[in-house]
């Protein structure tokens, strides 16, 4: 079911450089409403479950240290086709390949520590918006 609500972090590169505010400000000017958001940090454990789906992946362990290394910021993000839109927002993982006018073109550094996180699907959506953020917290 398309739920028009897609998952976002800010990574700890994006945090650690001072790019939340320009990266927010894209996002707003894109035409998404925010529907809940939260200033945090992953730990180790957590960074795990959230990408578990890149186990097998040479990156993971990688992916899980960066992921737990600083803060972040994590929300849930609403618009007509949230998930393809934001994707094509943020621009291709490797930020040398990214569109130019993308968020990772303007803010990324490298593959690993491109600035931001966008869900691939509505079904990841849910999961994503759902492992940080309760009923409560969504507005
Ligand atoms: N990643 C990495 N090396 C790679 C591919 C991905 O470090 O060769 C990291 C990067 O931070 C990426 C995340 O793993 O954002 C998840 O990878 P995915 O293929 O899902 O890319 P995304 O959906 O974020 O564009
Ligand atoms: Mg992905």
Redesign the pocket.
Known sequence: MATNRTFTML?PDAVANGYIGGILKMINEAGFRIVAMKYTQLTKDAAGKF?E??KE????G??VD??SSGPIVAAILEKENAVADF?TL?G???PTKADEGTI?KIYAK?????A?????SDENAQIEGDFYFSKLERF
């Open positions: 990574k990408y789906v890149h992946r040479p990156f993971y990688e992916l960066y992921m994707r943020i291709a993982t490797d990772r490298s593959i690993a520590a491109n931001v996180h966008g869900s691939d």
